[in-house]
């Protein structure tokens, strides 16, 4: 029973990471694979578009590197609120912060996000009882850590 519960979780994770990515709204598995897959090629398509130009492969990597997100870490009583706020929209930093909070053992138990003209995260989460000591400065230490991974990885792309 707990592996179901598991393993359902773990798939409803995965899903919610795939809209995140590909910013798509779609309520059932297959619309969504749909919106995936439009999506990628999408992405193929400029690529195929960039290379057609001749356009050199350092030039491709620069990426508008307007303001960092700005993160905050507010210990309350049972737990902690983490707000992420950037002025532009941050497309894929979701996942990457959602990944930090699995990596820390934090159990999100209200979320409030929005990913459209600019990114904005609220989200109230606490320990698993598995966790190791865990407080706002590590939280704030990891958090920042996926933000600049996430950074690294979208000047890549």
Known sequence: MVYRVHRRTVLYRSIQKLRSITNSNARRKTSLILNATKYIRGLK???QELNQLGVPAAAQNVIDNGPMP???VET????FMIKVVCERSCQGLLTF???GFERLGLEVL????SCVESFSLEAFGIKENNTLHVDAQVIEKVLSQAIQNWREVTMQC
């Open 110 to 113: 209200q979320a409030r996000a």
């Open 45 to 47: 398509q400029k690529l």
């Open 97 to 99: 912060i959602l990944e």
């Open 76 to 79: 309350q009583e049972e737990g």
């Open 70 to 72: 700005v993160l905050k």
